[in-house]
């Protein structure tokens, strides 16, 4: 299973790194990106939670979407289009996060096409707006979605609290991914490096900038952020490749501080996260279960009687026992607030239990 996971996670790699390939000529950038992409330390939850591989698979359609939404746009043919909006559809069916291909989509239009009329823009999105809606109300139709938990914060039911969310979840995102240093750090001398004076560094920063809006319905998570950097992976090689060769000629104060800034994120980037990742994943794992210790299952009796279990538990075990049944418990205590009957069934090992009542149906 985790093999599956980790082979999802190459193919994400792979296809980013071709990506990159396709919007920058430039070897080294594509490279260097591809680099901060695939030895970020922040990935590691989605590739070690299996239950998270939906982001992965994903992330994989979000990233065929925009090649061949490019490849559409560049007049390569109309097939291209109608294999974007199926990768697009097809995203949306994987994960909520598959609506992340239409920030990208929307930023290809607003930034990376701004030389063309508003008309013709507008046009080519319109199919994928369509998508997003008969996803989303088929989505609702069949009683998907989540509803009185401080966790999730639903935009379409609930568009006022979502947009005050957002103003606290955005800048936590940002400062939980070192890559989002990269956009206030080009925002303050963006403009003295030059960094901003490409259709292709704006095209990625507002693209990652508008994939962090959906994903702040959740609790903050670095799993949230794989979406996002894509473009934030990008904007940081363009950034490094832009002041490291050229580092001599920015002189001053300003550059100096500029230049060490730049410094600090390229020892994190391209020297912690390779390092920290191989040594996380061994932590992350419990070497006497060998098994993931928070979501896995118990492998070895003495190990689990050594941390206070029972032979015939593990932390993992005990650990969802108790998720679910503060699941259930929050469940019926807002059933009983809004007077519906409830008929709460729950299977004891599958993690997940449904309620049935008269104002619609409840998934945990």
Partial sequence: MHLHTVLWYGLLVWLLERLYRMFDPDTVRSNVATLIFAVSS???????????????????????????????????????????LLTSALGL????????????????????????????????????????????????HLGYGS??????????SDPVRFAQTLLLRIPTLLYASSAGAAVVLSMLVGQYFGLWSTRLARFYGVGALLA?????????NDRLLLNAEFGLSALLAMLFVQVLPRRRLY???????????????????????????????????????????????????????????????????????RERESGLQQAAVQSRRLGASWSLCGHRDGGHATGQGQNGAIRI
């Avoid at 509803?147 to 379409?156: C, F, H, R």
């Avoid at 980037?269 to 210790?293: E, G, I, R």
């Fill in 147 to 156: 509803s009185g938990s401080g966790g999730y914060i639903d935009p379409a």
């Fill in 212 to 220: 962090l809006i959906p994903v702040c319905a959740a609790l903050p």
């Fill in 93 to 140: 069916m994987c994960a909520e996060a598959g609506i992340a291909s239409f920030a990208y989509l929307g930023a290809y239009a607003l930034v990376y096409e701004s030389d063309k009329p508003w008309a013709p823009r507008l046009k080519a999105l319109l199919p994928f707006v369509i998508t997003v809606v008969i996803w989303r109300v088929t989505y609702t």
């Fill in 251 to 321: 002189t001053g104060k300003l550059a100096t501080a500029a230049k060490l800034l730049v410094a600090v994120l390229m020892t994190v980037h391209l020297l912690v996260y390779p390092l920290a990742t191989p040594v996380m994943s061994a932590l992350f794992w419990c070497p006497q279960c060998q098994v993931h210790p928070s979501f896995g299952q118990r492998r070895s009796s003495t190990h689990a009687h050594r941390v206070g279990c029972t032979p015939h538990q593990s932390i993992g075990t005990q650990w969802h026992r």
């Fill in 42 to 84: 922040q990935h590691l939850l989605t590739v070690t939670w299996l239950a998270a591989r939906n982001h992965l698979i994903a992330g994989c359609f979000i990233l065929l979407t925009i090649m061949c939404f490019h490849l559409w746009r560049q007049g390569k043919g109309s097939r291209y289009g109608v294999l974007a």
